[in-house]
């Protein structure tokens, strides 16, 4: 028989707190608000709608990524779910760090940049924080998988 994840570990891994989320929404949400109505420049025709392109992408696959998996039936399929959700913001965020590349002024260009970035490095720490926990959950599953990790964790007194 196949080992399976423990369904109320998967689900702890994947509640999040409430104004952790509330905060990376409201930071997207300002920072869409002035990617559409800001004063920003670009070198580019047609740079600035990309961005908010780019922007919006952004923001739906930050809304994915918290989105309630509970509907689907078994674990294994959720935590493989989150974790494609958390690759998809690293992907989108790569995307939008290109559009905000071409940005080259305008009143708003500063706290813009200044504010994507720290939005990207904070939601960046977040994620491997939980993929951590995600990447354990799966790699679980695997036959051998606790007696090689406990082969790699150091034991007590050993030099670190």
Known sequence: MEPELDADEVRESMTFDPDRIADFRARWSRLMEVAVWGD???GEVGALPKLRKRMLEYGEKMRS???DRG????PREQVKSVLTASLDVRDKQQALDKEVAALTGGADYEAFT??????RDDLVAFMQAHEAVWRDLLNRLY???DEWKAG???GPGADN
């Open 71 to 74: 509907w689907i039936p078994q």
């Open 152 to 154: 790699q964790e150091p």
């Open 65 to 67: 990524l918290f989105n």
């Open 40 to 42: 920003l420049k670009a």
């Open 114 to 119: 200044t504010e994507v970035a720290a939005l």
């Open 143 to 145: 036959e051998g998988y």
